[in-house]
């Protein structure tokens, strides 16, 4: 167990007792700011978990099958820490941790697996066609969603501000929304299709999982795990967002930092970690897949979802329209992204390239 504990796979479990911490500070009313901080160090064990049970799952059904589940569950976290906030009326917020995971995959994980990975080697290769379709299905997917923007520029009327929390679009940009959701979704089941079945040889779903994990649970335990990571992640995700606006004021941290950093980050630390470790294994095609294909899975299955569910949860419908920063930083990430696939290798210094946009970006959002 100890080995396991402190191995690449095995670290984010070191964290589980902050989930009783989280809760007993919850119930003892302690500093929001504290409540904030162990809620979301609570959050990383329960999304590893999950991120387990799903591979094991995937493992035993098949490639087909194994790949839906994976690209299905892969942002699970991050769906159920948007979906207490948009219960709250966080609307803003959620729309900063969706940028902000487009984000963080593309420039901090990339970029991390790229600077680990080619740390002691020339270059690093991948698979350039799957890389490139990924990344092209991703460019197509930003410019659906940002087109409701466009449409409230038009006509003359602004974009939400960076301290907004809500703001009411009207009826026809609501409207436009639902139709670019519909949109989005039906394009993530061609991609599904056609990475799952028509092309699936491309992308190699077998290669999915990490040697070690491949069906060593039963189906029994694994859907238990998933089960009870799935509630765990929700009370840590309904702690973590009730705490936001006032921990975000006692630290000294904008709800738009917050969203577009924190939150973002630690919806998806073990995914991410995930990457890094496989890049330094030298299988780069996996961590790209994993940074490329979850940004694509949050601008195409994530954000059209919370859309949707806004009409029934939450005090107004969300709008699919981001203010201009977010918009400007997903538009250049997503260009170098596809610069930087377009290739099919990778050095280190690409990698520490990445990271220092993705820092530069960080930077602006704090003194936003």
């Known amino acids: 167990m100890r080995r396991f504990l402190l191995s690449g796979t095995g670290w984010p479990y070191l964290l589980v007792p902050f989930i009783p911490a989280a809760i007993a500070l919850e119930l003892g009313h302690a500093s929001a700011g504290l409540i904030f901080f162990t809620a979301a160090a609570g959050v990383v064990p329960t999304a ?5 049970a799903t591979e094991e799952l995937a493992a035993r059904s098949g490639p087909g099958i194994g790949g839906f589940l994976n690209v299905t569950f892969g942002n699970a976290p991050e769906l159920i820490i948007a979906f207490f906030a948009l219960r709250e009326g966080l609307q803003e917020v959620v729309k900063a941790s969706l940028i902000g995971s487009i984000l963080g995959n593309i420039l901090l994980v990339m970029g ?3 600077l680990v990975g080619g740390w002691n080697r020339e270059r690093q290769t991948f698979n350039q066609t799957a890389a490139t379709a990924q990344s092209a299905m991703l460019l197509l997917a930003a410019v659906a969603m940002f087109m409701p ?3 409230q520029l038009v006509h003359g009327d602004g974009l939400p501000g960076i301290g907004d929390e809500r703001v009411d679009f009207g009826s026809d940009v609501e409207s436009l929304s639902i139709a670019v959701a519909v949109i989005l979704l039906l394009s993530y089941a061609g991609g599904l299709l056609f990475s799952l079945r028509t092309h699936r040889d491309l992308f190699n779903p077998e290669a999915q999982v990490e040697e070690g994990h491949a069906g060593t649970w039963s189906v029994r335990k694994a859907v238990l795990a998933l089960a009870g990571a799935g509630l765990a992640v929700g009370l840590m995700s309904e702690i973590l967002v009730g705490s936001i606006a006032e921990a975000s004021d006692s630290v000294g941290l904008s709800e738009f930092f ?4 924190v939150v973002a980050i630690v919806g998806n630390a073990a995914e ?3 990457a890094v470790l496989v890049a330094a ?3 780069m095609d996996l961590a790209v897949n994993i940074s490329i294909g979850s940004s694509a899975q949050i601008a195409l299955f994530a954000a059209p979802v919370l859309v949707l569910l806004s009409f029934f949860v939450g005090p107004s419908p969300m709008a699919l329209v981001f203010n201009g920063l977010e918009i400007a930083a997903v538009m250049l990430a997503i260009i170098i992204a596809v610069h930087v696939t ?3 290798e990778s050095t280190w210094f690409e990698g520490l390239q990445l990271l220092s946009v993705y820092a530069v970006l960080a930077l602006t959002v704090y003194f936003a």
């Open 149 to 151: 923007a466009v449409f």
């Open 258 to 261: 917050v969203g577009l950093i």
């Open 272 to 274: 991410h970690w995930v």
């Open 112 to 114: 991390l697996a790229m």
């Open 48 to 52: 590893a978990l999950m991120g387990r």
């Open 281 to 283: 294994k030298d299988k």
């Open 342 to 344: 377009n290739e099919g």
